[in-house]
């Protein structure tokens, strides 16, 4: 029997081994691909998860450090990787209660515990008897501290560490009117607790109102650190 099968030549050999070689290759990197994805996402969310957290502005109280529209990177407070000081000029992401609802915001701290601050009327701030030099502060009109209850309470950001049953909404919560700066001063901060202001300070959403109050250390969740939207306005976030 005379037919002929042909012969596998040494070239198409090496041809052969190059075209399963590089389908290989091409394995190796779609899996790598995945994997380093993989990798990337499960980071991403662990970081979320304990050292930081995006925070969207939807209010003008701290205008203009930080702008309605604005997203905000937060560190948290319990991050494991460092813990965090709580220093004057500092941009606070704080939890109040607003008629019995837990809510988030983000506020400038004045004063410390143990130090003694007052505000006047025309919005002065001083510090254990200093005046407190306030480039982030914004005046839009004179100021009016009628309490009239028409102006809305504003700030209330989403709650980027909230489960599920830290909204609470007592069955008699009642709308109360925003009151305006009600506090007595000079104020004295007990330990543990902290005097914020807006940096708009027509704003009164903060602890110049009973309304507002206090905030108790414990209630930091985070420090604001960087706006990263939108990319004209990002930028690292002074702490005053």
């Avoid at 190059?18 to 969310?45: E, N, Q, S």
């Avoid at 028409?150 to 980027?160: F, H, R």
């Avoid at 489960?163 to 069955?171: K, L, Y």
Wanted: proline share 4%; hydrophobic share 45%.
């Amino acid at each position: 029997m005379n037919g002929d099968f042909g012969r596998v030549t040494s070239a198409q050999v090496r041809r052969e081994l190059a075209r399963m070689d590089h389908k290989a290759g091409r394995r190796r990197f779609w899996i790598g691909l995945i994997v380093v994805l993989a990798l990337a996402f499960a980071a991403g969310a662990l970081a979320a998860r304990f050292l930081f957290a995006l925070v969207d502005i939807r209010t003008s109280g701290m205008s203009d450090s930080l702008m309605s529209g604005d997203v905000v990177l937060c560190e948290r407070m319990d991050s494991p990787l460092r813990p965090l000081a709580i220093e004057r000029g500092a941009l606070a992401l704080v939890q109040y209660r607003e008629n019995g609802m837990l809510k988030q915001t983000i506020r400038r701290v004045i004063a410390l515990g143990d130090e003694e601050v007052s505000v006047d009327e025309e919005g002065r701030v001083t510090v254990d008897g200093e005046a407190l030099e306030e480039p982030y502060a914004a005046w839009r009109s004179q100021m009016d501290w009628s309490g009239d209850g028409e102006a809305t309470l504003g700030g209330a950001l989403e709650n980027p560490f909230a489960e599920p049953d830290t909204v609470i909404v007592p069955d008699d919560a009642e709308e109360a009117p925003l009151q305006a700066d009600d506090m007595n001063y000079p104020l004295i901060v007990p330990e543990g607790q902290l005097f914020v202001l807006c940096d708009d300070r027509e704003n009164v959403l903060d602890s110049r109102s009973s309304r507002f109050g206090l905030v108790k250390e414990a209630d930091v969740l985070g420090l604001a650190r960087l706006v990263i939207w939108p990319v004209h306005r990002a930028a690292l976030l002074d702490a005053g």
